[in-house]
């Protein structure tokens, strides 16, 4: 069936990616971000660039169609280098709880509530900071949320549009659906502008080092993190859309690495030696990976593509924009 699907966000990198298989699967889809995608022509039948900051302007985009699913993945937010530094720390969270209330708010005045479903993006840095101190053993378990305790006030403002996303459900009988990503990477991220991700970075890092070059990273290099390639977040955005889940689930990898075996892996795969130097700088909590217990339980979904394959695509993307000398913005 043909559906009328908004994407909020259809200039970010998960947005660009969803947009393009909805796309293929024939629905209609209405893009709106503040920016066009930065690598590609968007493929969204219409696009608004526009503020969803700005209440009027959201309610005439939801005035103007008539939306079967709306997919929430505008917000404020970047790498630990952008989210872990303190100095965007209001813009984060007024750019972002705006974006969710303006959004929810026009939703619900212009659509047949049981009829929308809409899918809100969340994050892991919902999660309480002391139960991620550990690198080999984090607790990400849905059920572990409260008492709060995020690491960031990114975080705060996940958890809190996570609440307003069920209140909305509760209260006005909305169809609402939460995933809270771990890591999503892949082609098409943002790789050199101040917002990109772990993977992204160190792949540009090593795409430019010379061989036995030294590759900086940030903190003590054994905090651990999860990835998850961008094709299986597409997959499970829209396999969790599809459920009759009601509650936030965790959508990520269950593959523990830590920072410093990571670079290892992409110099590996790129047949480049090179050395490690731990620095100072934002490194965010110590370890966090993806509990999929839930995800399993209830949708049976887990993701199936290996980390390598992930990078080897990734770092290839990035490789080519450093060979053709693209400028990120
Ligand atoms: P992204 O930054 O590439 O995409 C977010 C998009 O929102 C951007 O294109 C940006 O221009 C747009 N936006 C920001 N402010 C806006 C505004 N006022 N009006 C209209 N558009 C605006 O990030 P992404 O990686 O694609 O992430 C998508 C969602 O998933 C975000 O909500 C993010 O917090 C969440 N998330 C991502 C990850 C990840 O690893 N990528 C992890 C956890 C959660």
Request: aromatic share 8%; with cysteine; hydrophobic share 35%.
């Amino acid at each position: 069936m043909n559906k009328t699907i908004l994407v909020c966000g259809a200039g970010g990198f998960i947005g660009t990616h969803l947009v393009n298989d909805l796309k293929a699967k024939g629905h209609t889809v209405i893009g709106v971000d503040i920016k066009h995608p930065l690598y590609e022509d968007t493929r969204c039948n219409e696009f608004y660039k526009q503020d969803l900051r700005d209440a009027n302007m959201v309610d005439f985009i939801f005035s103007q169609h008539e939306f079967d699913e709306v997919y929430q993945l505008a917000a404020d937010m970047g790498g630990a280098g952008y989210i872990f530094v303190g100095e965007n720390d209001a813009d984060i969270m007024h750019n972002s709880a705006t974006i969710n209330l303006n959004v929810l708010e026009s939703a619900r005045k212009h659509t047949v509530a049981s009829t929308l479903k809409i899918f809100y993006s969340s994050s892991a840095c919902m999660y309480p900071e002391h139960n991620q101190l550990d690198p080999d053993n984090p607790d990400l378990a849905e059920d572990t949320a409260y008492p709060a305790n995020p690491d960031s006030d990114y975080g705060w403002e996940k958890l809190f549009s996570e609440r307003l996303y069920l209140a909305y459900g509760r209260c006005y009988n909305m169809n609402v659906k939460i995933a809270r990503f771990h890591n999503i990477f892949g082609p098409q991220g943002s790789w050199n502008n101040g917002k990109e991700k772990a993977p992204a970075a160190l792949c540009r890092k090593v795409a430019m080092a010379e061989h036995d070059g030294v590759i900086e990273v940030w903190g003590p290099g054994n905090q651990t993190r999860s990835f998850l390639f961008i094709d299986e977040c597409v997959e499970g955005i829209q396999r969790i859309m599809e459920s009759d889940l009601t509650e936030p689930v965790n959508l990520g990898s269950t593959r523990k690495i830590s920072i410093n075996e990571l670079v290892l892996l992409i110099a590996e795969r790129s047949n480049k030696r090179v050395t490690i130097k731990n620095i100072d700088g934002p490194r965010g909590v110590m370890g966090r990976t993806s509990d999929n217990k839930l995800i399993k339980e209830k949708i049976d979904w887990a993701p199936d593509e290996d980390l390598e394959t992930g990078i080897d695509k990734t770092y290839r993307w990035i490789l080519g924009q450093i060979e053709s000398g693209v400028e990120d913005v």
